[in-house]
Structure formats: C-alpha cells, structure tokens
C-alpha cells in the first residue's frame, strides 16, 4: 500500500507551485547541506532533465537555493531565498546539466564548497515531494529524506561495520534498513540505516570516536 | 489503510461507529500514533489551509504567466447563474490555486495543483449548514481516508493519471466530506463519490509550458462545483448505477491508457495549442 495514513493526502503542507518541482527540489537541497555538516560558501547547482526545463516557472531554482539556506519545504520563507542567500553571502550559481538517462528527469547535482571542503550531492524528485539521494562524493546512494536516516562515511577496514552496529545495539537502536555503497580506489564506504525512532546525539558521539569513522550525519526532517 | 471505499463504508455501518472515529482508530493502530497527536496534525492542515485562503484573498500575486494572474478576485461579486455561494466557494479555490502558484505555502490535497478544492468546498459548506470546526475536522478526516483509498486503488498524480487524478480525486474527497458533513447515509457518500469521479473520469493533465498555472488553477473552480453538485445529487436520493470502488478501478484503468502527452509533459491538450506554445516560447526562450 502506498498511502497508508490520511496525512499522506491532507498532511503535507508545502510551498507551491509543485510538489516535485518545488517542495522535492527544496528537500532535496535541504538534505544535501545535512549531509554536507556545515554552512557552504560557494554552490554550484547543476539541473537536470525536467529541472533544467521548467525550473524557471516553478521556482526550482529558488526552493534550491533555499533548502541550501536550511528551510525546509514548508517555511514560507523560501520565496525570498535570492534576498537572503545575497545577505549571507553564499555564492551560488546555476548551469543546465545532462547527468545521462540513468537519472531520474527532476534531478540536481549540488556542490557544496566552504573554503576548505568540497561536497558534491546528487539527488531526484521523485513525485509528491518525496526524494532519493542519489549520489554523494560519488558514492552510489539511495536513501530519501525519510525522518531518523543515519548516513555514516567510513573508511573501507575489517572491523568497521561491526564497530558501528555494536554501537547501535548498545543504544537500542531498531533498525529498519541498511545498506552499504563502496569506494574500492579510494577504500571508503557510505552505510546509511534507517531507523524506527529517533536518532540520539550520544550515539553520534560515541560513534565519531572510531577512527574509521570520517563523518556521521543523522537526517531528520 | 482501509482496502477500498465498500470496506470503510461497510465496516462503520455494521459496527455502528462514524466513520471519523473509524478512520482515527485506524490511524492510531496502524501508525502507531496517539489520538491527540492526530488531531494536532489535522487541526495544522486546517489552519495552514485557512491561512492560505486569508492571504490568497489579501495578495496581489504575479504569476509567471501573466494572462492568468487576478483571475480569482473577479469572482467575488453577486452570482449570475451559480447563485452567491457557489460562486465564491469557486472563486476561494481559484484563489488560493494562484497562491499557490504564486509559490504561496498551502496543503497539498491530494496534490498542490489541486490544493484549492478540498478547503474551498469545506469552509463554504460550514458556513451554509452552520457547523462547528470539529465537524470540518471531522470532514477532513472523512476526505483523507477516501483520497488515501483512491490513491492506493489507482493514482494520485497527473503524470500517472492524469489530471483525473488530481483534480478529480480532490472534488472526489471534498464531495465524501460533505455528504458526511450534512449527515448523508452510508449510501449516499458511497453515491457522491462515484458521481463526482464520473464527472471527470478521463480528464487530461495539460499544463501550458508544463506549469501548475493553466489550465490547474481554474480546474479547481470544477472541482468545487462538481462537489457540491454531487453532494446535493447524493443527498436528494439520486444513485449512481456504478459504485464508487469500481469507479475508482474504471479510472485507473483510463488514467493508464491516457498518453504520454496527456499526463503532465504539457505536450498535449491545451498545452500544444497555437497559444499554448506561443506562452511556453515566451516564458522559456531566454533560460540561463
């Protein structure tokens, strides 16, 4: 079944015009900073199929750019994210992009540049406001913006993943779903779970103290 | 979820509960959430809803297509033929369709471009039957089990669909909501759904330039007067021969065989019209 609850039909509250086009693409960015861990300096967002398209009616460009600020699709402040995006000074730029057929037609690339790191997220819009993370750094991905999302950037070691489930058991953490994309080159891997309830800042802490660990980012929205 | 519109219907008449209180113990056993929970995110819906009406009537929005901006205010003066309440429930939903293409926040219901609907159908019908705001929560409830039904049955979205889909599950729920809201029978919500969707069974999703401007905007006005035509169908005893679940099978099977063109690439319908074209061209030629 896929609507399983009334507030899948009356329940989303969004910035117009589209669910897609609007409240998936600001998700999307939303997301991506989250995963990213800080406020970035300089995007560079790339559009993609029906983005690059249709991006100009919809205000695709301006619900990016505001997910990249931190709102989330439904603060009505999206509207002026070019006002405030120019008040914070976050250099941004946009280009159209043929990512190839293998991406969904509302999909974006996003880097991410803070003066020292660079971050580069692929995601799609995939109908009603709902998202897939495609790509991050390059590493093959597949979670949405699904609440309680632990995303984990480790490097590929023996031992690595049993470090981090014995971590998540020690915290009565349930687990609903877990996967794992790896780097063979350059020997990291993303493992993102997806959790049944919420996910707590000590079990972030008491993760990032393993050495293999590079990042931990939880996304919650 | 419940399994299709006989099920609920059926499960409240022989169990004796209404169907808001159905539909909450549902919501409450199978997501696991509390009742004064539920009703928090309901009353949210409501007031975002309401706001969205309120600034919709105050705004002057532009919209990118401009040929289709101010639209909404012009029908807020005395009725002609539709009589003063229909006409502005229509012009309320027109309203806040252009608010939200105005990028104005509102409740998807089922989905952005067809937002307008549901509230503009509710908040008329509270006003004339003089009811309480637990009874439009009431409603609500009752509107998002049927879309929730509908969409598992079938779909939810024009680029599945069709605007059938969209628009016509929207008037769908707005007409369940407010047969129950008038205290119609079992039977008769069953009826006024079935009559809403065969109203629009087959209807194209066609946005010009692919924008939820035109013709969605103005495809809420229908949607509201569809509602409350077959609401006042249903009420007055009238039946539909066909019931509302195999409506809903009827309509996915026509919203799967529409064309691509016909499922919100705006390539087709009035989107492929000499005028159409010529406002995708002008919005779209100087891109980047």
Request: hydrophobic share 45%; with cysteine; charged share 20%.
């Amino acid at each position: 079944m896929k609507y399983t609850s009334i507030f899948d039909v009356i329940g989303h509250i969004m910035v117009g015009p589209s669910s897609s086009h609007t409240a998936g693409a600001c998700q999307i960015a939303y997301v991506a900073r989250l995963l990213f861990g800080r406020k970035p300096k300089t995007v560079k967002i790339g559009l993609h199929g029906s983005f690059a398209e249709t991006y100009k009616g919809h205000g695709t460009d301006i619900a990016i750019l505001a997910g990249l600020l931190g709102f989330t699709p439904e603060d009505d402040m999206i509207k002026n994210a070019f006002e405030i995006a120019e008040k914070e000074g976050l250099d941004y730029s946009f280009e159209l992009v043929d990512l190839g057929v293998d991406y969904h037609p509302n999909s974006v690339s996003i880097e991410m540049f803070d003066g020292l790191e660079k971050m580069n997220v692929i995601g799609s819009s995939i109908g009603g406001g709902n998202i897939i993370i495609k790509e991050v750094d390059s590493l093959e991905a597949g979670f949405g913006g699904e609440p309680n999302t632990l995303v984990i950037l480790n490097h590929d070691k023996i031992g690595a993943l049993v470090n981090i489930a014995n971590t998540l058991q020690k915290f009565k953490l349930n687990i609903g779903s877990m996967k794992i994309s790896r780097n063979l080159k350059k020997k990291i891997s993303l493992t993102w779970f997806e959790a049944d309830t919420a996910i707590p800042e000590d079990l972030i802490v008491a993760l990032k103290k393993y050495p293999e660990i590079i990042w931990v980012r939880v996304i919650n929205v | 979820m419940f399994e299709s519109i006989s099920n609920l219907l059926n499960e409240s008449k022989t169990k004796g509960i209404p169907l808001h209180e159905l539909i909450i113990n549902d919501e409450m056993e199978f997501q696991n959430i509390p009742k004064h929970i539920i009703i928090e995110k309901l009353n949210k819906s409501l007031f975002i809803m309401k706001q969205s009406l309120e600034k919709a009537l105050i705004s002057d929005i532009e919209l990118p297509i401009k040929e289709a901006s101010h639209q909404a205010k012009r029908m807020l003066s005395p009725g002609i033929f539709c009589g003063n309440n229909l006409k502005e429930a229509v012009g309320w939903a027109m309203a806040i369709g252009e608010y939200n293409s105005g990028m104005g926040l509102i409740v998807a219901c089922p989905t952005a471009g067809s937002s307008g609907t549901l509230p503009a159908v509710l908040f008329k019908a509270k006003e004339i039957l003089n009811k309480s705001d637990d009874d439009v929560l009431n409603a609500l409830i009752v509107a998002g089990a049927i879309g929730a039904i509908i969409g598992n049955k079938a779909m939810l979205s024009g680029s599945e669909g069709g605007c059938q889909a969209e628009i016509g599950v929207a008037s769908a729920m707005a007409a369940a909501a407010i047969t129950y809201m008038a205290g119609g029978t079992h039977l008769q919500i069953d009826n006024a759904i079935a009559l809403t969707l065969k109203n629009l069974l087959g209807l194209v999703c066609d946005p010009v330039a692919g924008l939820v401007i035109s013709p969605c905007i103005k495809r809420n006005a229908i949607g509201v007067v569809n509602a409350f035509l077959a609401a006042e169908m249903a009420l007055s005893g009238v039946e539909s021969i066909i019931p509302a679940d195999e409506v809903v099978d009827a309509m996915m099977k026509v919203g799967r065989k529409l064309p691509y063109e016909l499922k919100e690439t705006g390539k087709g319908g009035i989107a492929a019209t000499k005028t159409g074209k010529r406002i995708r061209k002008s919005l779209f030629s100087d891109i980047l």
